[in-house]
């Protein structure tokens, strides 16, 4: 999808039925965008809320490194990330324990 085509699509409330449902066609166009997703635990074994994930990309030619992004972990300790992916690239995750817990007192 090129970014500048627009992907997404306005519903006009007011213009609707009260019907049980609406169905939509919508075509996607192919990505070349993998999806990286998991969920982060604590030593506890529960999910970890608040923890950030970072992921580089690492050349395998010469180990350059090249910081793609950070993302937080939402409340059951899910992380999702969007890339391209390369074939002669590594990636490597890093997860670092949360700064504020919910509840908790913050590790020292």
Do not use: W
Not at 41 to 48: R, V
Not at 61 to 89: C, H
């Amino acid at each position: 999808m090129n970014c500048f085509k627009k992907s997404s699509f306005i519903i006009n409330g007011a213009k609707l039925q009260s019907r049980p449902e609406y169905h939509f066609r919508i075509q996607l166009d192919k990505q070349n965008f993998q999806i990286i997703n998991g969920t982060v635990y604590g030593q506890d074994q529960n999910p970890c809320a608040g923890a950030a994930v970072r992921i580089t990309q690492i050349s395998c030619r010469d180990n350059t490194r090249r910081l793609l992004g950070y993302t937080v972990t939402d409340e059951n300790g899910y992380y999702l990330f969007s890339i391209k992916a390369k074939a002669d690239r590594k990636y490597e995750l890093s997860v670092y324990a949360p700064l504020i817990t919910y509840g908790k007192e913050a590790p020292h």
